[in-house]
Structures are given as structure tokens and as C-alpha cells.
């Protein structure tokens, strides 16, 4: 992967850097369906596989925004269809609270998201990852530029 | 002078609490005093920078700074003791993790400073002058420390080799850490000097806690009578004991009110607020949006209940600024 940001050769389109966690036992069978399928779909993803996407720390979701991500996406099994019953419920609990902490923290809504996909839905896989990467690229990117605010004297204000 | 060990305290941007407690250390202060020798201690004794400056390098056994960094004045007196001392300790949460200032890091440095010197009804700035680095004034010149977009830990300006957790630390804590490094015997460089464990282990409620812990909705504390024997996190209250260091002995939970985290994570942890929001959030019973959205109702502002402590230290650092460069005015210099 480029260590340059999508967005730094100047002529071309905002390309949205996107990480995807995606369980093991669905979402990531549904991405090697959409694969094997030869669906076409925005390539702007990183996927990352996960046991479930109850594994996926909070810790997991701000160090992918610190590290450059402009939009995290979080694909497990649907209410029900848990791996492991109830690690889906807990992903569901955290996200909610997580998103109102991003909020708050200035990052928009569209550039976190978790969504319900099967083993069998390749196609959703697709329609998910394309509208994110739309919905994200009309935002811009995330620029947090933490690096510039590492162990340096920052801009003084007066 | 003595061969005595030679201790320095200093403050940045701080409430002045861990002052308190080197002073809280009541007798005890005697045993440190017969151990080693004060050499700086503006808050209580009369030393200036320059008795500083003119010390060699190393010289200093220890410095205890607590405070977060705000003003360049703080980033100056950092790298000086920085320099001065072998070891350097962040003391107490705002210079181990930017503390209660650190939440300044939700706005603008400009926004801040327009809410202390134009907003105020009892404030009358009708040109809206703010402070400057440089002020003139009838031939004289004064300059001022500069104020920076976004309040520091102190180890994300300069090395740091331990760090005393606590909002403020307790005197025990203090004295531990004291005798640690007086020791000889030095934990790893980076260590927080207190124990690595969370907060629940040491919680006289601990057996209150249940195995399966599963709430309808979590509670506000001016919304219920707190019952004094009960794990706080089983009446529904937002207790961040499962994502703090022990290490205080659970002071707030004897006095009846939920941790609210000052000892920051432990080392297993990277980001605590994350993690705490992660504890918490789980413990709700509801599988459905509206019933979950309900459960957390009773938390309105979750940066300032899971960062209260450590805004700077998180992996955010600060709230993303679209504005920035609009409102950052030039460096007078």
C-alpha cells in the first residue's frame, strides 16, 4: 500500500482510504463471495479480518482514524446469527455510544459505520462499500494530522 | 550543600491539588526532607528560574512536574528541568495524561480565549482584545508566554521516566514512589508507579459486583439514592472502575460517588477512554437500537465522561479542527 495519501496527487479525485473490519464467519465470506463472483466494487477498502466483530476494541476503530483512515466500516453477522450468540449485541451497544463520541470529537457520522451482512450477500458487500466510499469522498478527508502535533512545539495561537 | 538526593517540584497547567498532597504528606514531609534536599518548590519555598539555570546538568536527582502544557512558558520550564534532572516525573493526571485542562482540547485556542476576554457579561472588551506575546505600552515592552491550540501531556514535549497517577495522587501514592526511586532498585523506565491492576480489585464492593453484570439503562447520580454497600456499576451508575489503575484505594467509592478514572488505564491499555466506553456500553441489556439509545441516554457527553482525565493522552489527542487555519493567527515573535 502507497504510504502517500490518496488525495496527494493533485489532479485526480479525492480517493477515500477506507478500513474495513469484517468478521470471519459472515461479512468476510460475504467479501470473498462479491470476489469470487467477480463483482466490481470501489477499491478503496482495506479489509481486515476479524473472529467477530465483537472483537473490534473501540481502540481498534481511533487508531485507524489516527493512522489516516478517512471512514472505518465494521461488517458482522446479523441480530441472531452470531458465531459466538451475543458478540454481534455487544458490537451494537459500543457503536452506538462510539458514534455519538465522534461526533463530538468532529468526526461526521458517514466516516463510521457497521453494518449487518450474511455469508451470502456478496452483492451487499458491494452496495455497502460503494455508498461509503461516495458518501466519504463528498466529505474530504479526515486530515487529523496528529503526527504534526508529536513531541514539536505546535502553531502558538497568540 | 549536602550529598542529599536533590528533588525538585514544579507546575504547569495544573489546579495546584498535587501540590496539596506533597504538603498532605503531613509528617511524613519531615522523612523526605531528612532524605533529600529541596532545590526548587516555587509554589512553597522562594527559588527562581535562574537558581534553576545555573544548576549542572543532571544535576538534580528527581523533578516532579505535574501539569499539563499549555503555554510556551510551560514547554520552556519542561526542557529546563528536562535537561537539569536524571529522572523526570510526570506527577498526577494532567501531566500523565492533560487532566481536567486537557479538555480544553474540544475547542479552538481562539474560541477559549474569546470566551475569557469578550463573552463574559461582566466582561467590557468592545475592540475584543485578547492577550498577545508582545505588549507595548508608554515606551515599555512586555512579552507574555504564548498560548497553544492544544494542551500537551508533558511526555509529548519531553522524555519522560515515570509517571504518579491521581487526580490528585494521594500522599501514599507519593510517598511509594518516593522510596522507589529512592531505592536504587528502579522499575522500568515508563512505569507508572502504582499498581497494575484495575480499580475493582481494590473496591471494597467487589463482592457486590455481579458475575453477570446487565443494565436497563444506566443512571445519572442526582437520579437515584446511591446505596452506600452495592457496586456502584450494579445500581447503574457510570463507574469507571473496570478501566482504571488502581491504586488510590477507591477514595471516591468511599465517599459514596462513582471513579471517574484519574489513575488513568493500565498498561495493558492504550487509549482509556476507548476502552472505557467499550466496558461500559457493553453492559447493556437492550439488542435493539431505541432500547440501547435509551440505556445510554444518561450519557450526554461522552468525551468529558470517558476523557475526563486524558483527552491529550488519547489517540484522537484533541477535537478535529475544520476551522484551523482560519483562526490560527500568526506567531508574534
Redesign the interface.
Known amino acids: 500500500m502507497p504510504d502517500q495519501h490518496p488525495a496527494a496527487s493533485a489532479n485526480s479525485r479525492f480517493e477515500p482510504r477506507i478500513i474495513a473490519f469484517f468478521c470471519n464467519w459472515c461479512t468476510y465470506l460475504a467479501a470473498d463471495l462479491a470476489g469470487t463472483s467477480r463483482m466490481k466494487y470501489a477499491p478503496n477498502t482495506r479489509v481486515i479480518r476479524v473472529m467477530c466483530s465483537g472483537r473490534i ?3 481498534f ?3 485507524a ?2 493512522h489516516g483512515a478517512d471512514g472505518v466500516l465494521i461488517g458482522g453477522c446479523h ?1 441472531g446469527d452470531c458465531h459466538y450468540q451475543e458478540g454481534n ?2 458490537t ?3 457503536v ?3 458514534k ?2 465522534l461526533q ?4 461526521e457520522e458517514e466516516r463510521f459505520r457497521l453494518e449487518w451482512i450474511s455469508a451470502a450477500e456478496g452483492d451487499r458487500v458491494r452496495a455497502v462499500i460503494d455508498d461509503m466510499v461516495e458518501k466519504v469522498r463528498a466529505l474530504g478527508p ?3 494530522n ?1 503526527a504534526a ?3 514539536s ?6 | 550543600m549536602s550529598d542529599k538526593p536533590k528533588v525538585a517540584f514544579y507546575w504547569c497547567a495544573s489546579c495546584g491539588g498535587c501540590e496539596e498532597t506533597v504538603v498532605d504528606l503531613a509528617e511524613a514531609i519531615l522523612d523526605v526532607v531528612a532524605a533529600v534536599d529541596i532545590v526548587f518548590w516555587p509554589v512553597a519555598l522562594d527559588f527562581k528560574r535562574r537558581d534553576v539555570e545555573v544548576m549542572p546538568d543532571g544535576s538534580i536527582f528527581a523533578t516532579f512536574l505535574n501539569g499539563a502544557i499549555r503555554s510556551t512558558e510551560q514547554e520552556e520550564m519542561a526542557h529546563l528541568l528536562r535537561s537539569k534532572s536524571k529522572r523526570l516525573i510526570a506527577f498526577g493526571s494532567c501531566s500523565h495524561m492533560g487532566g481536567i485542562p486537557g479538555l480544553a482540547n474540544q475547542f479552538a485556542a481562539r474560541t477559549i480565549l474569546e470566551a475569557a476576554y469578550c463573552d463574559p457579561t461582566s466582561t467590557v472588551n468592545p475592540e475584543g482584545v485578547l492577550p498577545s506575546t508582545i505588549c507595548k505600552d508608554d515606551g515599555h515592552s512586555l512579552d507574555l508566554p504564548g498560548f497553544s491550540e492544544s494542551v500537551r501531556t508533558l511526555d509529548q514535549v519531553v522524555d519522560v521516566d515515570y509517571y504518579v497517577p491521581g487526580c490528585p495522587p494521594t500522599p501514599k501514592v507519593l510517598a511509594a514512589a518516593l522510596q522507589v526511586l529512592l531505592s536504587g532498585t528502579l522499575p522500568p523506565k515508563g512505569s507508572v508507579l502504582a499498581p497494575d491492576r484495575a480499580l475493582c480489585d481494590e473496591c471494597p464492593r467487589k463482592d457486590s459486583k455481579p458475575e453477570q453484570l446487565s443494565l436497563a439503562a444506566f443512571k445519572r447520580p442526582q437520579d437515584v439514592l446511591i446505596d452506600e454497600q452495592t457496586c456502584l456499576l450494579a445500581q447503574g451508575l457510570l463507574c469507571l472502575g473496570p478501566a482504571t489503575r488502581s491504586g488510590c484505594e477507591a477514595l471516591c467509592i468511599s465517599g459514596n460517588m462513582a471513579c471517574t478514572g484519574c489513575f488513568g488505564p493500565t498498561s495493558r491499555v492504550r487509549d482509556q477512554g476507548a476502552k472505557a466506553l467499550s466496558a461500559l456500553a457493553s453492559l447493556v441489556e437492550s439488542k435493539e437500537d431505541a432500547g440501547i439509545e435509551r440505556a445510554l441516554a444518561a450519557i450526554p457527553d461522552p468525551v468529558g465522561t470517558f476523557y475526563r482525565y486524558s483527552l491529550p493522552a488519547s489517540l484522537l489527542r484533541r477535537k478535529r479542527l475544520d476551522e484551523r487555519a482560519e483562526h490560527a493567527v500568526p506567531v508574534s515573535k
Request: net charge negative; proline share 6%.
Open positions: 476494541d473501540p481502540q476503530v481511533l487508531d482514524f489516527a441480530p449485541y455487544k451494537l451497544r459500543r452506538h455510544l462510539l455519538r463520541l463530538d470529537m468532529g468526526i479526515l486530515n487529523l496528529i502535533l508529536e513531541m512545539a505546535e502553531e502558538v495561537t497568540v
